[in-house]
């Protein structure tokens, strides 16, 4: 039995951190403008080239945002929702978990939680975590607040249950993978040493080869990607090379996390 009525599903989701990639590092980086314009490159172009992409192949996708961009950009809040994505949880500020302690924890869900209310009249109903972490609290967090599906784990090429506290939940982790991120091959800044830029052909090959392999296992792909960073021109050829060699394939679903998460619930929990 395939994972949704639509075949294999592929999910191309954004995570628009803008101005908080730097600013979660070191909130003293608000002080130094030509490093915080990296980020606002996301909101002031990137997006808009990625929204424009998206559209030319009619998909939908999930925009995981920070609380505070979600308030600080509101036009480009209302052009994801006029195409028809969904917005997702990201944190309020970006801030890494590991450094929170509990109670910062749980203001950065719930902040985050109220500003995409706010501006989008629903609650979110997927989570990822800021750069990849989580505390022991995270996971009781995310029942807690009713998330629908997570997307923040490493441990599998298919989605499951997500375990919380001994007890299998309805929450739908959908897991991904360092090489299916843009951050890691492209990200290059002065205060990141040690890391190179890597031609947007190399990256290609590896996100085709992963589809490859996942299409044939009959598992999912997550591809999480951030504005900023695909959305500049030579890198934004891996994401509509990606779409048309998805397209190549028969019974591929390119989609919102929620819509095909609802899809695939109700497989993993039918007997087997
Ligand atoms: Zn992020």
């Known amino acids: 039995m395939s994972l949704t009525d639509r075949g294999f599903p592929l999910f191309l989701t954004f995570d628009l951190d803008a101005e908080t990639m730097w600013t979660a590092r070191d909130p003293n980086y608000a002080k130094r403008p030509i490093l915080m314009s990296q980020g606002a490159y996301g909101w002031k172009v990137g997006v808009w080239r990625v929204m424009e992409l998206l559209r030319r192949y009619e998909v939908r996708a999930t ?8 308030e ?17 949880h990201h944190s309020h500020t970006h801030a890494w978990i ?15 939680f ?9 609650a979110p109903r997927g989570y990822r975590s800021p750069a990849a972490e989580f505390s022991p609290i995270s996971l009781g967090l995310m029942k807690e607040y009713g998330f629908d599906y997570s997307s923040n784990f490493f441990d599998d090429d298919s989605p499951y249950l997500l375990e ?22 492209f990200q290059y800044s002065i205060v990141l040493p040690g890391r190179t830029m890597h031609p947007p052909s190399s990256v ?22 951030h504005p900023e960073i695909i959305g500049q021109p030579s890198r934004l050829v891996v ?22 998460s609802d899809q695939i619930r109700p497989r993993l929990k039918a007997p087997r």
């Open 63 to 70: 925009f995981f945002i920070p609380g505070i961009i979600v």
């Open 72 to 88: 600080q950009r509101p036009q480009v809040v209302e052009a994801l929702l006029k195409d028809g994505h969904e917005i997702a």
């Open 98 to 112: 590991v450094n929170l302690t509990p109670e910062q924890e749980r203001e950065e869900m719930q902040k985050g």
């Open 114 to 122: 109220d500003a995409i209310k706010r501006a989008t009249g629903q």
């Open 164 to 185: 919380i506290d001994g007890e299998t939940t309805d929450i739908v982790e959908l897991p991904f993978r360092w090489v299916l991120d843009d951050a890691p091959f």
């Open 204 to 225: 290609l090959e590896s996100w085709k080869t992963e589809f490859d392999v996942l299409y044939h296992e009959d598992r999912m792909m997550m591809v999480g990607m």
């Open 239 to 260: 994401l509509e090379g990606l779409i048309k060699h998805a397209r190549d394939h028969a019974n591929v679903w390119m989609g919102r996390c929620d819509e095909m």
